[in-house]
């Protein structure tokens, strides 16, 4: 193969991957098609989307048309595994948006049939692009801050006004979206917390609120604290309700510290390890030396191009996938413990009790209130969140 | 009266104090007498101090003796409330050392002698002279902030080694100190943290683990998660075994949000409160105007001295206490909620349970292990903790 052809599935954030694809900024990729249900969409794309780009409304005659290698789901959550294991059963390669699904127990079976399938299965994780975190975690698999002992992640930044969750039916309801700011907002730094680190808890004890700040029925508010089988412990914070937001990841090993925040990278390097200053000083107070080191992070951020570009690399070239779609369970396992610590008043301890989750969401979902009336916003535009997440 | 007549009962950290009375830095006070258990203290403080400055093995004695009006108690935390009752039935104005005690019944039995006695009483909360927490305290209570939504602080710049543990056989021990972190080095920040917010919790969530980095039986190490009547939440995390540590201290309201972090305190200001804008904003995405502000701080941190002079100014000329010792119950008691939950695994309703909280520690007191061997260390002066905290 020396090109890929590729449809992008769900023309709402799936729009902007579809425009970039369209552009020619993905080499070795080209758009053959786009599909949404929405006749609005399909409309607007044959409008702005080169003329020999196929409009289809039905993704499933898309997939079996024979006109595309690989596929770009960009539907609501729920659908994400559903469409993905008919793409790969048809033999198309996928890139699923996140999250990868709602419940883990749909996201295992999704990746039990991506293993089996042999094609190329991805995330579009694209903050694993930001050079930011890619450099945390390089310095971490390192050993530069040597054993992890904390993380704080306070992502409150995700502001988000009724009138956004006004926007659509579907937001913001058990039923529609399966949770709130764990699932729509945070996925990208639930997944970069445990893939930076490395390390996944072992239990989890969280704090969500429901329709805090909103009229939604879904977590717009929630503190979460974790353990790791290491006995580091972490928290993350995470809010739509709060203007201006705060992110700042800091992580503590006992080699020093580092802290992402305003887009900058600090490290606090201690000249000895912790513990080993521990043994030998005999002052009594006192404390390790410790350098503020200016580390260089590359200033380009690909972010979904990145991912796009990394997508068809793997296709064409077998180059390692940046963000696995089989990783994608990993941060929704984090947003399910959460949901079920909450739920329960109790620790969850990993790995989840999936079937309980299910059953318990299920349950939210049964009984989730359509909110109305529901205000089509013409102004909410997906690409405004598009540059920066 | 023109002028208080001071005993200073305790020389560790009461040293410190005696020297600064003895110096002439408070006006109106006059250092007269000192006291501790210790020969070498005692004669530290006579080859030291001026040489009208009676040393004292006896407190209780020198409480009588007719050559004090008031007294500072610097002794180990356990006796604080027992050596300020004896003082304040005896006649004296009282200034307690923090923390005001181990456990809260103690402490409520202090505080009820201390109302019905008509004398001054006060305690070491020197941290409340720091104009960026007066700052902070003085924003929120003139609305600037508006409702509060979270409180966040990351306390980690309490480095310990185990020489300094060992440096003294009562300390981080049940029966000793009644406690670690919590007790002995984050006690300033507890106080703040509901002073600044003008807030006490009404349900804590705590995880502390006991002697993780270091060879003690207490707590190391606590992350606890708060719930404020009216909604907010906050989570407080503190430890003696990292380096370098964190000191940052985060309060969001619906009119913006306030970090103290690097001796700086930054303000960012909404143009209108985020629930205006939530009720007005139509257009999907987009938050409230938001000034990053350059608030002016008081350059000058009176420190202990500012406490010592407030103590002074309180007995002769009424002035309003900075910090009563009445209020020092409050960050114990979040100290104390602290322990409890972790013991019991659960939530902790305030006001606290105080009795079970007393029989929690007494079993754990009783069953202390005396660490040994004990090393006294030359070098720890407890001057180095003097200017900072």
């Known amino acids: 193969m020396k090109q890929v052809r590729i449809g992008v599935i769900g023309l709402g954030m799936g729009f902007s991957h579809a425009k970039s694809l369209a552009s020619g900024a993905i080499a070795g990729a080209k758009l053959t098609a786009v599909c949404d249900i929405n006749p609005a969409k399909q409309q607007a794309a044959a409008e702005t989307l080169p003329a020999d780009v196929k409009v289809w409304s039905d993704a499933e005659a898309m997939a079996a048309s024979g006109e595309v290698d690989a596929v770009v789901i960009a539907t609501p959550h729920y659908g994400h595994p559903q469409e993905a294991i008919r793409c790969l059963n048809k033999g198309l390669h996928v890139l699923i948006e996140k999250p990868a699904g709602v419940y883990t127990k749909q996201v295992r079976e999704l990746n039990k049939v991506a293993a089996d399938s042999g094609k190329v299965f991805s995330i579009m994780y694209n903050q694993r692009c930001n050079p930011l975190y890619k450099k945390l975690r390089e310095l971490i698999a390192a050993g530069e801050l040597g054993e992890i002992r904390r993380t704080n992640w306070i992502i409150t930044n995700w502001y988000r006004s009724q009138s956004y969750y006004d926007s659509g039916g579907w937001r913001a309801t058990w039923a529609g979206e399966g949770g709130g700011v764990l699932i729509n907002q945070s996925p990208h730094q639930l997944d970069l917390w445990q893939w930076t680190t490395g390390m996944m808890p072992v239990r989890v004890r969280a704090f969500c609120a429901f329709g805090k700040y909103r009229n939604i029925e879904v977590e717009d508010d929630v503190t979460a604290y974790v353990e790791y089988e290491n006995g580091a412990t ?156």
């Not at 080699?255 to 201690?270: M, N």
């Open 234 to 389: 972490g928290v993350f914070i995470t809010t739509t309700g709060e203007a201006p937001g705060t992110n700042r990841y800091e992580v503590n090993g006992d080699r020093g510290k580092i802290v992402i925040e305003d887009g900058k990278l600090t490290f606090w390097r201690l000249r000895v390890p912790e513990p080993e200053f521990n043994q030998t000083y005999k002052g009594g107070f006192g404390e390790p030396e410790c350098w503020k080191c200016d580390v260089p992070v590359d200033p380009h951020h690909p972010q979904h191009n990145g991912i796009l570009q990394n997508f068809t690399d793997a296709i064409l070239k077998g180059t390692p996938l940046i963000a696995p779609g089989e990783e994608g369970i990993h941060g929704l396992t984090l947003s399910n413990a959460m949901h079920l610590s909450t739920w329960t008043d109790n620790w969850v301890e990993l790995p989840l009790d999936e079937e309980l989750y299910h059953s318990m969401l299920q349950e939210r979902a049964a009984n989730s209130v359509k909110r109305k009336p529901v205000q089509e916003i013409e102004s909410v535009d997906m690409s405004s969140t598009f540059g920066s997440y």
